[in-house]
């Protein structure tokens, strides 16, 4: 079956410029979650998902960084007033379940280039 | 809090030489522990999990062995090949509150030549 797919898979934008990224999960996958790869972080977990409620915010950067999920599916991340240091490859990761022993899905990720 | 950490590379090798790819963990709960894997130009990919101490975990030839008195999980195959050469990144979920949430190693790349 598919799995979970991102989009853009690049975008570059000019500092100060909102961007939104999207992720679709594997269908009937309850969990979802965002994270970050940087040079100098590694990868950094930014919000999970559980149905629509995001009961953890608590890796988000800033308050220009907001994101939603809507239907139980498709999540967008957005980056307000965007700056240098927000560039990095977003990845979305969704599972079938959230806990422990699961396992979650990536996607190809989108890779993001603040100028 | 949790934490991981791997072996720094880049690592290289040629072609049927053993692997073996360091990764210890600090961690609060009981965790599942995981390897995957970033090919060049790919998302990452789950390539092995253990869920509790002393299971291995293994897939096309790799192997890991989830050693909670050592916290360690090492990665492992015995020949290696070409179509191997990729970033490889230890991680943990665990228990707890946040057993959601997956924490990384800062990935080990491994090139493996002809």
């Known amino acids: 079956g598919a799995g979970v797919s991102q989009s853009p898979s690049n975008k570059v934008t000019e500092k100060g410029k909102d961007v939104e990224l999207r992720c679709d999960p594997i269908?009937?996958?309850?969990?979802l979650y965002w994270y970050r790869q940087s040079l100098g972080q590694g990868l950094e977990f930014l919000i999970y998902?559980?149905?629509?409620?995001?009961?953890?915010k608590s890796g988000l950067p800033s308050d220009r960084f907001s994101a939603e999920r809507t239907g139980g599916s498709v999540s967008t991340l957005t980056i307000q007033r965007t700056q240098q240091e927000d560039s990095a490859v977003y990845l979305c990761?969704?599972?079938?379940?959230?806990?422990?022993?699961?396992?979650?899905?990536f996607g190809p990720g989108t890779r993001l280039l603040v100028l | 809090g949790d934490s991981v950490t791997q072996m720094e590379g880049p690592v290289t090798l040629s072609e049927e030489a053993c692997l073996t790819i360091?990764?210890?963990?600090?961690?609060?709960?009981?965790?599942?522990l995981f390897w995957y894997v970033q090919y060049p130009g790919e998302g990452l990919q789950l390539l092995l999990k253990?869920?509790?101490?002393?299971d291995k975990g293994s897939n096309k030839g790799f192997e890991a062995t989830y050693r909670k008195e050592t916290t360690s999980f090492h990665l492992e195959k015995g020949s290696v090949q070409v179509s191997d050469s990729a970033v490889y990144f230890c991680?943990?979920?665990?228990?707890?509150?946040?057993?959601?949430?997956?924490?990384f190693g800062k990935g080990t790349l491994l090139t493996v030549n002809p």
């Open positions: 990761a969704s599972s079938l379940l959230a806990g422990v022993q699961e396992t979650q899905y």
């Open positions: 269908s009937g996958h309850t969990a």
């Open positions: 998902f559980q149905g629509n409620s995001a009961p953890d």
């Open positions: 360091n990764c210890t963990y600090t961690a609060t709960g009981y965790p599942s």
């Open positions: 253990a869920t509790k101490a002393d």
């Open positions: 991680a943990l979920s665990d228990s707890g509150g946040s057993n959601y949430k997956l924490t």
